[in-house]
């Protein structure tokens, strides 16, 4: 059973900058795509950025294109979010997650495992 678990949330001023981490455990974790998805109050989970096995594919939703990063250290086990020129609307728990043999862009049905959430605060 492979568990995931993030780091690096908080509260932050609108223009600041974040960045989570998730570590996994117990499974080799190449062989995983990543992604993170977030879920604010009263919405729905949306897909926000996820990473190929070999981190040679990046992909990102629309609203945060440009101002977020996902990249991997599979020496390290480990995919990042780097969170620049944040906004109130990005206000969120962040989950990261783990599709054995994924693309990375995959809907969150086909993700095996998920962290416990990591949540963020952006102020105005």
């Known amino acids: 059973q492979a568990q995931l678990v993030e780091s690096g949330g908080g509260l932050v001023q609108a223009g600041g900058s974040l960045r989570l981490s998730c570590a996994m455990s117990?499974?080799?974790?190449?062989?995983?795509?990543m992604s993170w998805f977030r879920q604010a109050p009263g919405k729905e989970r949306e897909f926000v950025g996820g990473?190929?096995?070999?981190?040679?594919?990046?992909y990102y939703a629309d609203s945060v294109k440009g101002r977020f990063t996902i990249s991997r250290d599979n020496a390290k086990n480990t995919v990042y979010l780097q969170m620049n020129s944040l906004k109130p609307e990005d206000t969120a728990v962040y989950y990261c997650?783990?599709?054995?043999?994924?693309?990375?862009?995959?809907?969150?049905?086909?993700?095996?495992?998920w962290g416990q959430g990591t949540q963020v605060t952006v102020s105005s």
């Open positions: 997650a783990a599709d054995y043999l994924g693309s990375g862009d995959s809907p969150a049905q086909k993700y095996e495992y």
């Open positions: 117990g499974r080799t974790f190449s062989w995983y795509a």
């Open positions: 990473i190929s096995r070999s981190g040679g594919s990046t």
